[in-house]
């Protein structure tokens, strides 16, 4: 698939190249530089998006098709929810430290269109929905959760990332847990930009609850996300309730 093709490739070169420099000792504060490529390879899956659809859509129409903010009440409600879902079991399994203030949610969420809720214009907008034309709605969700995890894979080598040192088989639990309520909300609301704000919402909880390294509030969380996915859009495939 092109798509994946340019994402990996555009990110292998700029977090290789940060990655080369990390392993001979040079972080990202000891040469400012190194955030080009760095903030680069964290917006390859947005940049292999347009560069996939630029022949069909314009610029334009393009980010009208990831910013459709005309979504229900009960729509945004449950991207709320979901967030509670995905934090709440880790807080309470795992403990946490506090962060950030819960207020500073409001301004966190914007900058994390830039820190990952972007991200969103490729996975949710181009890959979940091509790999449902050829398997269902699981198997697709499945797909993208482990093409997703290892697309992080190099953050967790470079010295001065906030992933670097963490364990990475936590993360790829919480990124199934969170891959099935994206993977929801893109079917049953036809929206990109709710899965963008579902995503910033969790990046900006993250630095709010400081969650303790225990792989059960991890687990927890994950299978809560999922069942709470399957049952919402199984209800919403009977049901129509936001559509």
């Not at 390879?41 to 129409?61: C, D, L, M, N, R």
């Not at 967030?83 to 409001?106: H, M, T």
């Not at 050829?134 to 953050?155: D, E, G, R, Y």
Request: charged share 10%; proline share 3%.
């Amino acid at each position: 698939m092109k798509y994946l093709l340019w994402t990996f490739s555009i990110m292998i070169v700029c977090w290789g190249t940060c990655l080369i420099f990390s392993l001979n000792g040079i972080t990202l504060t000891d040469n400012y530089l190194l955030y080009i490529p760095y903030l680069l390879g964290g917006w390859s899956p947005t940049i292999a998006s347009y560069i996939s659809v630029k022949k069909q859509k314009s610029f334009k129409e393009w980010l009208k098709d990831i910013f459709d903010f005309k979504h229900s009440i009960l729509s945004y409600v449950v991207v709320v929810l979901f967030s509670v879902l995905f934090v709440l079991p880790q807080c309470l399994i795992s403990g946490y430290e506090n962060g950030a203030p819960l207020f500073a949610v409001i301004f966190m969420i914007p900058m994390m269109l830039v820190g990952g809720g972007l991200e969103e214009a490729g996975w949710r907008y181009i890959l979940q929905p091509e790999l449902e034309k050829k398997c269902n709605f699981v198997v697709a969700t499945l797909l993208v959760s482990v093409i997703w995890w290892l697309w992080h894979m190099p953050l967790f080598y470079i010295q001065g990332v906030s992933q670097y040192g963490d364990s990475f088989l936590a993360f790829g639990i919480n990124v199934l847990g969170l891959s099935f309520a994206l993977a929801s909300i893109r079917r049953t609301t036809e929206s990109v930009w709710l899965c963008v704000l579902l995503h910033c919402i969790i990046n900006s909880l993250s630095g709010i609850f400081m969650v303790n390294d225990n792989i059960w509030g991890n687990v927890a969380s994950a299978i809560i996300m999922i069942i709470a996915s399957l049952v919402f859009v199984t209800v919403n495939d009977k049901k129509r309730i936001l559509k």
